[in-house]
C-alpha cells in the first residue's frame, strides 16, 4: 500500500498475477522480485501454530529433552503451544497445569481440584485454558486469563481423550468409551450436544470409530480424529458422518500405524501423527509419508528414541513438542531446512530464460526493483488485466474481489457490506442477531427453546411462553407427563405412563382399568385364607386370656383351681413309687452240700 516497490515481506515489485486458494490466501506473482507472495486472510485468527513449511523440510532426528521427570511428576501427556510460543503441560499426579512462558526457564503453575489423567489441552485467543475435571467425568472447565479459580463450561457424557476449539468456538471431544466424537456451541446457552462423528459403538466402517484419542479441526470445520484402535486417522467433512481413512491401513503408500493417540496440521494440510505403540513421529502428505523420528520403531531412552510418543504441538517456528509417555519427558526436534527455492523454467518466444520462484517468505540476499523485459517471455498463467473497477477481478473483470463477495463473512442472513478500501467488512445483522458475523443469536425464541416439539410464543421481550406438544409438560416442554400422579391401581396394581394416558398392570386373577374386578375363585382363596387366620388369632387370643386370668386368679386374690388336681397327681406319683427294701440271704442245708461235693 505504500506504492514503492521492494522485497519486504509488506512489499511487492511488478506484480503480474494473482489468485486465491480455498482458504481466501492471496497469491501474487512477482516478476521484479522473482517469486510469489502469499497473503493470508486474517479473519480467521487460530491460537495454534500452523507452520507453512516447505515440501523439503526436515527435522533433526536427535531430540532435545525440554523437560524431563525431575520436573514432571507424572508422564508427559497434554500440552498445548500458542502463538506466543507459550507452552502448556497438563501434570494430573499434582494436579497442576505447568507453563513456560515464551520457552523461559520460568515455571508458572494453574492448580486445579483434579485433573483427568488423560486430558488434553486448548488455549484460545483470549487466554482461557480448557482442561477436563477429574472428579467427575465429562467436565470440562477453563481458567479465564489471569484467574486463580477455573470455573465449568460443559458436560459431556464420557470423558474426553481430545479437546479442540474451533474457529466459532465450539468445544470438541472425542469420547473414548463412547467411540464418537461430540462438540458444544460455547456460544450457546443451552449448551446442547450435537454428535459429529461416530455412533456410540465399535467398529471398522466409515461412519465408525473405536477409541477415538487425539482430534483437530480445521478452519474449514474439517474434522481429523485418530482413531486409535482402528489404527487410522479419520477425515470427516463438515456435516458428514463418514469419513474417509486418510492415514494407516494402508494409506498412503501401504503405511501401518499402531494405535495412533494424537493428530496435527501444519499451514499446507499436511498430517503429522503421534504413532504411539510404534514409538514414532510421521509426516504424511497425500501421497506420501516420511519418519521425523523413532523410525526403528523401537521404543528407548536415547535422544532419537521415544517410548510411546502420545501427543505433539508446532512452535512458531516450526519446531516440533512431542510428549513421551513412558520416558516421562517433553522431547522437541528442531527444524533443520526450511529453504524452498525451486529451480524452473518458463517458456520464451525465441530463448529460454531460467527463472528462479521463491515461495516461502526468506529473502533472498538482494534485490532489483527494476522494470522488468517481458515482451519476450511468455508466462506459463494469465497476466490479469487492469479492471476499470478496483474491485473486480479476473481476466474479463467480470468477478467481484471484496472480502464479502469472496466468502460469506455474514451468518444467520446477515448483509456483508465492505468498508476501509475493501480492507475490512461489516455485517448488518438481521432482527435479534449481533456479533462480527452476525454469530451471537438473541432471539428470545430459538429453535432448541421449546423442546419435544414445542411450540414457542414470545410474551414480552425477555419472556416466552412453551406450548408443549401432547404427552409433554415443563416450562420448556423438557419433560413427560406423569399420568400415574393421581391414579390408584387396585390389588397391587402397578400404574404405567404410556403415549397420551395410563394403564394399570394387573396381578393374575384381577382385570378392570384400575385391576379393580376380581375372579369368584380368587375371591374364594381371599376368603379361606382370610378365615383361617382369624381362627388362628382368635384362638390365641383365647389361649392368652386363659393364661392370664389364671395367674390373676392366683396370684392376686388366692384361687389356685389347679391345686386339688396338682396335690392328686403328686399324691399318685409318690404311691406309685416303689418303697425300699433291705435283703438278707440265709444259707439252708449248707452241711448237706459239703457232704454231696466230697463223695463225688
Not at 497442576?96 to 526457564?105: A, E
Not at 446457552?189 to 477415538?212: E, F, R, W
Request: net charge neutral; aromatic share 10%; proline share 3%.
Amino acid at each position: 500500500c505504500t506504492r514503492t516497490c521492494g522485497a519486504a515481506p509488506s512489499q511487492i515489485s511488478a506484480p503480474h498475477s494473482l489468485a486465491f486458494d480455498s482458504f481466501g490466501s492471496l497469491y501474487v506473482g512477482e516478476w521484479g522480485n522473482h517469486r510469489v507472495q502469499k497473503f493470508e486472510l486474517l479473519n480467521y485468527p487460530i491460537s495454534y501454530n500452523q507452520p507453512k513449511l516447505c515440501p523439503n523440510v526436515n527435522w533433526s532426528e536427535h531430540g532435545i529433552t525440554f523437560v524431563n521427570s525431575s520436573t514432571l511428576s507424572s508422564s508427559a501427556l497434554g500440552i498445548f503451544i500458542d502463538l506466543n510460543d507459550t507452552i502448556y503441560v497438563s501434570d494430573y499426579s499434582i494436579n497442576k497445569i505447568l507453563i513456560w512462558s515464551n520457552q523461559s526457564i520460568s515455571l508458572q503453575q494453574k492448580s486445579v481440584v483434579s485433573l483427568y489423567q488423560y486430558t488434553s489441552l486448548f488455549v484460545t485467543l483470549n487466554g482461557d485454558i480448557y482442561f477436563e475435571n477429574g472428579n467427575k467425568t465429562g467436565r470440562v472447565e477453563k481458567f479465564t486469563s489471569n484467574s486463580i479459580k477455573s470455573e465449568f463450561v460443559a458436560n459431556f457424557s464420557g470423558n474426553c481423550r481430545g479437546l479442540f476449539v474451533d474457529i466459532q468456538n465450539s468445544l470438541y471431544c472425542s469420547i473414548n468409551s463412547e467411540h464418537r466424537v461430540a462438540k458444544v456451541l460455547l456460544d450457546n446457552d443451552h449448551h446442547t450436544i450435537t454428535i459429529v462423528a461416530g455412533t456410540n459403538s465399535s467398529g471398522s466402517k466409515s461412519y465408525q470409530l473405536n477409541g477415538p484419542w487425539g482430534i483437530f479441526i480445521d478452519i474449514n470445520f474439517n474434522l481429523y480424529v485418530a482413531d486409535a484402535h482402528n489404527n487410522r486417522i479419520q477425515f470427516f467433512r463438515r456435516g458428514e458422518l463418514n469419513g474417509t481413512t486418510v492415514a494407516g491401513n494402508k494409506t498412503p503408500n501401504n503405511l501401518v500405524l499402531e494405535h495412533p493417540t494424537d493428530v496435527i496440521l501444519d499451514g499446507d494440510g499436511f498430517l503429522y501423527v503421534a504413532d504411539n505403540d510404534h514409538h514414532r513421529i510421521i509426516q504424511v502428505r497425500k501421497d506420501e509419508y516420511q519418519c521425523i523420528s523413532g523410525c526403528k520403531m523401537k521404543s528407548g531412552l536415547a535422544s532419537n528414541q521415544l517410548n510411546k510418543p502420545y501427543s505433539l504441538r508446532f512452535d512458531s517456528f516450526g519446531n516440533l513438542y512431542v510428549t513421551d509417555e513412558f520416558n516421562h519427558r517433553i522431547q522437541k526436534f528442531d527444524i533443520l531446512n526450511n529453504s524452498c527455492e525451486i529451480i524452473s523454467t518458463t517458456a520464451a518466444l525465441t530463448t529460454e530464460i531460467p527463472t528462479t520462484i521463491l515461495l516461502t517468505t526468506e529473502l533472498p540476499t538482494t534485490h532489483a526493483c527494476k522494470t522488468p523485459q517481458h515482451s519476450y517471455l511468455l508466462p506459463s498463467y494469465f497476466v490479469a488485466p487492469s479492471c476499470e473497477d478496483s474491485t473486480n477481478i479476473g481476466f474479463y473483470c467480470d468477478i467481484l474481489g471484496t472480502l464479502c463477495d469472496i466468502q460469506n463473512q455474514c451468518v444467520n442472513n446477515g448483509k456483508c457490506i465492505n468498508i476501509n478500501d475493501n480492507q475490512d467488512y461489516n455485517c448488518s445483522c438481521s432482527l435479534d442477531f449481533s456479533g462480527k458475523q452476525c454469530q451471537f443469536d438473541q432471539r428470545v425464541c430459538k429453535e432448541n427453546t421449546c423442546l419435544n416439539k414445542g411450540v414457542c410464543k414470545i410474551t414480552s421481550k425477555s419472556t416466552f411462553n412453551c406450548t408443549c406438544s401432547p404427552g409433554f409438560e415443563g416450562t420448556r416442554c423438557e419433560r413427560r407427563i406423569n399420568y400415574c400422579l393421581n391414579i390408584t391401581c387396585y390389588n397391587e396394581g402397578v400404574c404405567r405412563s404410556v403415549s397420551l394416558g395410563y394403564i394399570c398392570q394387573c396381578l393374575s386373577g384381577t382385570s378392570g382399568q384400575h385391576c379393580e374386578k376380581t375372579e369368584t375363585k380368587l375371591f374364594i382363596y381371599k376368603a379361606v385364607s382370610k378365615s383361617f387366620a382369624y381362627i388362628a388369632i382368635v384362638a390365641m387370643v383365647c389361649v392368652a386370656l386363659f393364661v392370664l386370668i389364671m395367674d390373676i386368679l392366683k396370684y392376686c386374690f388366692g384361687i389356685d383351681l389347679t391345686r386339688r388336681e396338682v396335690e392328686r397327681i403328686r399324691r399318685e406319683r409318690r404311691a406309685k413309687r416303689r418303697k425300699p427294701a433291705i435283703q438278707r440271704l440265709v444259707y439252708v442245708n449248707i452241711t448237706s452240700l459239703s457232704d454231696r461235693h466230697f463223695r463225688l
